[in-house]
């Protein structure tokens, strides 16, 4: 089977989709604005769609059977990229929280702090208490998951500070950023040296709307220290057997 | 015969893990907070080293632990799943029958010299 040739005309489009695909990702490291990172993969994508519209359906596999020709298949497979990476973002995204309640066989748990800032911000928040030692604390869209082991290791203020932090992330939509960012890493190599930053500067804007709400610092850090210090009195316990 | 079991127990357990145990045996069941209460005054220890090696202690099944829901909020409290007396028992059936796997006759035919004596 003769593929159609990767004309002039065709590196040109790759070239300028490529181009602003990383523009774009560019443009997202500065603003950490979620959905630069889908328009990145649509420009990187973008070629590929092109070249296989262009592709002619002129050899079946089978005599007669024009459905299962191998191009066909190729091009049904390439299209079905967009809808497969919209479907597993949606579904993983808004899935997530329940499989992780589900998972880790959580119990929900009543805060006044969360009420009063869903009541603030007029969406309905979630806190999720679960079973474990560890030092746990992690944000999902509008759900906080708080292990066992945060409530042993820190007072009321840390704990406080703890759940400020995470409704820093919740605020600023860390949860759906990252998820992003690891969905453009997966399918882009370009990205894969740009999204390490998006961790650090959302934890930067975390932790500042914790210590903005508290009025001081001092809460937050007493809880990351104490968090630091579990992990490696475990690292040592570890190396000791 | 206690200073061997104290050497047999050294070789599994931190000196940290043996010094939780030595006051859950009496005591029965202990938050985390109590035990720091009551180990700070004989070492110097974080509140932070003693959760850590209470939750190794429950990976290794030596002591378990439930929640209780109180004044404090949500805590872990540990209690001992054997008595002292059950647990040396276990580790010297362990280390004999390790003994006897890896030394075969020699060291059986050590425990009948020693127990003749």
């Excluded at chain 2, 647990?87 to 009948?112: D, H, P, W």
């Amino acid at each position: 089977m003769e593929l159609p040739p990767i004309t002039l005309e065709l590196l040109e489009i790759a070239a300028a989709s490529w181009a602003l695909g990383i523009l774009v990702l560019y443009s997202w490291k500065r603003t950490s604005k979620a959905w630069l990172l889908y328009a990145h993969l649509t420009f990187l994508f973008l070629p590929l769609f092109v070249y296989a519209a262009r592709l002619p359906c002129a050899q079946p596999i089978l005599d007669g059977l024009q459905a299962f020709c191998a191009v066909t298949l190729t091009k049904v497979a390439i299209y079905l990229i967009p809808p497969t990476i919209l479907i597993a973002t949606l579904a993983g995204y808004w899935l997530f929280p329940y499989l992780y309640v589900r998972q880790l066989r959580c119990k929900e748990q009543s805060s006044h702090l969360i009420s009063t800032y869903a009541t603030k911000i007029g969406k309905p928040l979630r806190l999720f208490w679960f079973d474990n030692a560890q030092p746990l604390a992690f944000s999902l869209r509008n759900t906080i998951f708080m292990s066992q082991g945060m409530f042993e290791l820190l007072n009321h203020h840390e704990r406080e500070a703890v759940l400020l932090h995470e409704l820093g992330h919740i605020r600023e939509r860390s949860g759906w950023k990252k998820f992003s960012s690891a969905l453009t890493r997966l399918f882009s190599p370009l990205a894969s040296f740009s999204c390490r930053e998006t961790v650090q500067q959302e934890e930067r804007r975390a932790d500042l709307f914790a210590a903005q709400t508290q009025g001081t610092t001092k809460y937050l850090k007493q809880a990351k220290e104490k968090v630091i210090l579990y992990y490696s009195s475990a690292s040592r316990a570890r190396l000791r057997i | 015969m206690c200073g061997s079991l104290s050497t047999l127990m050294t070789s599994d357990l931190s000196p940290l893990e043996r010094a939780i145990l030595k006051k859950l045996w009496p005591q029965r069941r202990l938050k985390v907070r109590e035990l720091f209460t009551l180990l700070k005054n004989e070492r110097s220890v974080a509140l932070t080293s003693i959760a850590v090696a209470l939750d190794r202690l429950h990976s290794k099944s030596i002591v378990d632990r439930t929640i209780t829901t109180g004044r404090g909020g949500i805590r872990y409290v540990y209690f001992p799943r054997k008595s002292r007396a059950e647990f040396e028992k276990s580790v010297v059936e362990a280390t004999v029958n390790k003994l006897i796997t890896r030394f075969g006759t020699t060291a059986l035919s050590y425990f009948n010299e020693r127990f003749k004596k």
